[in-house]
């Protein structure tokens, strides 16, 4: 059973427009999201973070918004960069992120210039 | 910069032998460290939280024999994947936190290829 979804295995944007990526969750006792960027043959690169006392955080170019009634998070990323192209993971975790993290299957981000 | 260096950063070893890799948190000192295992498009999945000094907590389906856990000091932490066979053939990669509630720095992962 997947606690941690992201149904969409690939997105496509062009440069300068916005990039959303979404996650799902289904353990209502996590209370702690991140987003990683994994580039291939490369460990998860930390971007940014969300406790569940908030419902944004933004820095810089990334966005996270938190929808915990609809148990949903999303990743806006403005304005996409070629750069940004790689597999974005979502996580999750419990105890405000002490404990082992969830992590979704990612989704491939592709800019194109 | 790098926080957590894995070494190998990939591997090739025949079938029935063992391969040791390490993972070393940079600069600072991790009582926890975690081991997971990705496989094409697939999630990463936790094996096992190693904890200094103690014996390391695995995860449902993740043979401790198998897959040997060592966390020697507060900067290494060891994995030995005992015996290898083909299907052991994945990505492995560990992760550690500077402190308590921090993000997971993971390192750079090791490509274990069994032949």
């Known amino acids: 059973d997947q606690q941690v979804k992201q149904n969409s295995p690939s997105l496509s944007v062009q440069e300068g427009r916005i990039s959303i990526l979404n996650c799902d969750y289904t353990?209502?006792?996590?209370?702690?999201f991140l987003w990683y960027k994994k580039y291939p043959a490369e460990g998860p690169t930390f971007l940014i973070s969300?406790?569940?006392?908030?419902d944004k955080n933004e820095d810089g170019r990334f966005t996270v918004f938190l929808n915990k009634s609809a148990k949903h998070l999303s990743l806006h990323i403005v304005p996409s960069q070629p750069g940004d192209s790689a597999v974005y993971f979502c996580?999750?975790?419990?105890?405000?992120?002490?404990?082992?993290?969830?992590f979704g299957k990612g989704t491939k981000l592709t800019v194109n210039p | 910069g790098a926080v957590v260096s894995q070494h190998p950063s990939w591997v090739i070893c025949k079938s029935g032998t063992s391969v040791k890799i390490e993972c070393r948190s940079l600069?600072?000192?991790?009582?926890?460290m975690f081991w997971y295992r990705q496989f094409p498009k697939q999630s990463l999945m936790l094996m096992a939280t190693s904890n200094e000094g103690s014996k390391a907590t695995y995860e449902q389906g993740v043979e401790k024999d198998k897959f040997l856990i060592n966390h020697a000091s507060l900067t290494l932490s060891t994995l030995t994947v005992t015996s290898a066979h083909p299907e052991d053939s994945s990505f492995y990669i560990c992760s550690a936190r500077r402190e308590a509630y921090s993000p997971l720095h993971f390192g750079n992962g090791t490509r274990l290829t069994v032949t």
């Open positions: 353990n209502s006792m996590f209370d702690y």
């Open positions: 996580a999750a975790s419990v105890q405000g992120g002490s404990e082992k993290l969830v």
């Open positions: 600069d600072f000192q991790a009582t926890t």
């Open positions: 969300i406790s569940s006392i908030k």
